[in-house]
């Protein structure tokens, strides 16, 4: 017996996109954080939104429609220091516990998203 995807046990999509959404409310009040985003957030929220599906089980349309993520590359116009990635965590971790989940899958969000912040860092 297969065991369902995280992506399947948290609900699809609607899980994500909720996630990211909270994400990007704290990103968009974050001044160290604020300038390293376009203006309008309406693409960024939607491309982690896709990213984490995939990543997670779910629908592969971030590959399809953006290819391999590349994420030090798209990350690397950006100086991404030690407080630079402890503010997107700390937005991240606020996203996570206003968010319904069972532990195991908490455990599993939060070491993977503590784990891609710290390779992102290049400063």
Do not use: C
């Amino acid at each position: 017996m297969t065991s369902a995807s995280l992506y399947d046990r948290v609900g699809g999509d609607a899980f994500f996109v909720e996630l990211v959404d909270r994400f990007y409310d704290g990103v968009a009040a974050d001044p160290r954080l604020r300038p390293m985003y376009p203006q309008d957030l309406t693409d960024s929220r939607r491309h982690l939104a896709l990213f984490l599906m995939q990543y997670w089980g779910g629908p592969k349309a971030y590959g399809e429609e953006r290819g391999h993520p590349r994420l030090r590359m798209r990350h690397a116009p950006h100086r991404i220091d030690d407080l630079a990635r402890d503010a997107w965590l700390a937005h991240m971790h606020d996203a996570l516990d206003a968010m319904a989940m069972d532990d195991d899958v908490r455990e599993a969000l939060t070491d993977y998203l503590e784990m891609a912040a710290g390779q992102l860092r290049n400063a």
